[in-house]
């Protein structure tokens, strides 16, 4: 379970500037969950992920992962991330780029698991290939394979198909919800949290989708997907997923914070 | 590939330009015996005796570089390895090799003579300009890795001795090589120059010798031959850097 009691965050600019990019932020995770972060850019929802890895400190409030700070679980190799720009070592293979989680965790190589994670992520016959040789979104699949190589607990996905076309991206968002219904299906709890501004990529691959304000960033609202799992191209075409995602677009305006936003029936929102 | 082949095409036409203008200078003597055409100094590796001393000679000053070369390196990635994972070294650190470099090598060589003696003497000129060289790139090599993937060692939880190994060390190669490819010449110089002080072999000595017994067409054969060697290093040190860069990043 992750909590975020009263997380605020500030950057200093200059000597007498402080920049706040958090707001008193609560929330509360449960194992196992697949939560989006929706928000304009600048909304602090990487920084939210920073937080989780426990790579930035909150500059008030606290961030428990099981109870315990980030930092533990980083420190038991628990953590898996993928981010925007792919991040692979640009002088290594794609079998090699899978190797590092183990090597970084210093235990011996696990291969059978490597040729298990290249088959999940569909990329048999490009095991020699050095990232620079793979298109975008091939590199992306290796980075989420990567991220999943030793199992983690919680999975950070910082848009990890932002800067992919249209098309590339929802095709990989049905591959993504397939990796990680199998990979949930080996491992008891795979928390993940994604952050996005892509709406329809929220909608289909979360369970519950946080909205974020933006500057300094705050839960605007908090929603529960509706659908079964698998959510497939069908829910997609649901009068309900359109009415999601038509809210979730109005939440993002600028000026329906002020507003206030008939609630549309059929939706559970929480809080 | 095709911008390569313009440039070593310009770089040919350079080279045959200046080959052209030192034949011309040396047939026509227009300065004298002191510049002999380009001919006249080709006849002098032809000669049986006189192309085993410049072997032999070459041979020596090669390896004194060689030597400087393979010295500086391990001593300037060491070093700038030590600065880059003790923090607090890293000023220090840097100064001292600020004032290594700064110090003349020729004030320095009486020294070694006295120290390390006049055979060790070309090699250890040879390793200084190089050491500093190799210190300055590879410490910023191996600050040259994106913050991204150091985000990805520290959220894969590895220790800083992982992330030397598989993010900064591969990341500082090129450096490295490039760092090798501008100090090679330095360290054919340096040998040169450490041969002057009384080292018992080697083309520096050669150059002393023909300069004062006005051997010029003799002299100018070593130059040229330093030249060349020198020249070819450099060169096979940018493929390694070029291959290595393609490589690595």
Not at chain 1, 154 to 159: G, I, K, N
Not at chain 2, 192 to 215: D, H, K, P, R, Y
Request: net charge positive; glycine share 8%; charged share 15%.
């Amino acid at each position: 379970m992750i909590k975020l009691s009263g997380v605020s965050k500030e950057y200093r600019m200059n000597r007498r500037e402080t920049v706040r990019a958090l707001n008193r932020i609560d929330l509360t995770i449960e194992a196992g969950e697949f939560v989006a972060l929706l928000g304009p850019s600048g909304c602090g929802k990487s920084t939210i992920l920073h937080l989780l890895a426990g790579l930035e400190e909150p500059s008030t409030g606290s961030v428990k992962i099981h109870d315990r700070a980030p930092a533990t679980l980083r420190a038991a190799h628990q953590l898996g991330v993928a981010f925007q720009d792919h991040a692979l070592l640009p002088w290594r293979s794609v079998q090699s780029n899978l190797e590092l989680p183990f090597q970084a965790a210093g235990i011996p190589i696990d291969h059978e698991r490597i040729g298990h994670l290249i088959v999940l992520v569909g990329l048999q016959g490009f095991e020699t290939a050095r990232p620079r040789q793979l298109s975008g979104g091939m590199k992306q699949r290796v980075a989420i394979a990567r991220a999943l190589a030793l199992n983690p607990q919680l999975l950070l996905l910082d848009e990890p198909f932002g800067a992919l076309d249209a098309v590339t991206r929802r095709h990989l968002n049905h591959e993504l919800q397939r990796i990680w219904l199998e990979q949930r299906s080996t491992t008891q709890q795979l928390t993940t949290v994604l952050v996005t501004h892509s709406v329809e990529e929220a909608a289909f691959l979360a369970d519950r989708i946080i909205v974020l304000s933006g500057r300094p960033g705050r839960i605007a609202r908090d929603f529960r997907v509706p659908f079964p799992r698998p959510h497939t191209v069908e829910h997609t075409r649901l009068e309900a997923f359109h009415r999601l995602c038509d809210e979730l677009t109005l939440c993002l305006e600028p000026s329906s914070l002020s507003l206030n936003i008939p609630k549309i029936n059929g939706l559970v929102e929480e809080s | 590939m095709r911008l390569l082949r313009r440039v070593d095409l310009y770089g040919l036409f350079g080279l045959l330009l200046l080959l052209i203008v030192w034949q011309t200078i040396g047939s026509l003597k227009l300065a004298g015996p002191s510049i002999p055409s380009l001919a006249d100094v080709w006849v002098v590796y032809r000669e049986p005796w006189k192309l085993a001393l410049l072997s032999r000679a070459a041979a020596s000053t090669l390896l004194s570089a060689l030597i400087g070369l393979s010295a500086g390196c391990v001593l300037g990635t060491a070093v700038a390895v030590l600065a880059h994972l003790v923090a607090p070294l890293r000023r220090g650190l840097d100064q001292l090799s600020v004032i290594v470099n700064a110090v003349p090598a020729v004030a320095l060589a009486p020294i070694l003579i006295v120290t390390v003696g006049r055979d060790w003497t070309p090699a250890m000129l040879a390793a200084i300009p190089v050491f500093f060289v190799i210190y300055i790139t590879v410490s910023s090599g191996l600050r040259s890795a994106s913050p991204r993937l150091m985000d990805v060692f520290r959220i894969l939880g590895a220790s800083r001795l992982t992330r030397l190994l598989f993010l900064e060390a591969p990341a500082a190669l090129p450096a490295l090589l490039g760092g090798m490819r501008i100090s090679v010449t330095a360290a054919v110089v340096g040998a040169i120059v450490g041969e002057w002080f009384g080292a018992s072999t080697g083309l520096g000595i050669v150059i002393l010798n023909t300069m004062l017994n006005f051997q010029t067409q003799l002299m100018w054969a070593a130059v040229l031959l330093a030249a060349s060697a020198s020249l070819t290093a450099y060169g096979i040190l940018g493929a390694c850097e070029n291959y290595v860069r393609r490589r690595f990043s």
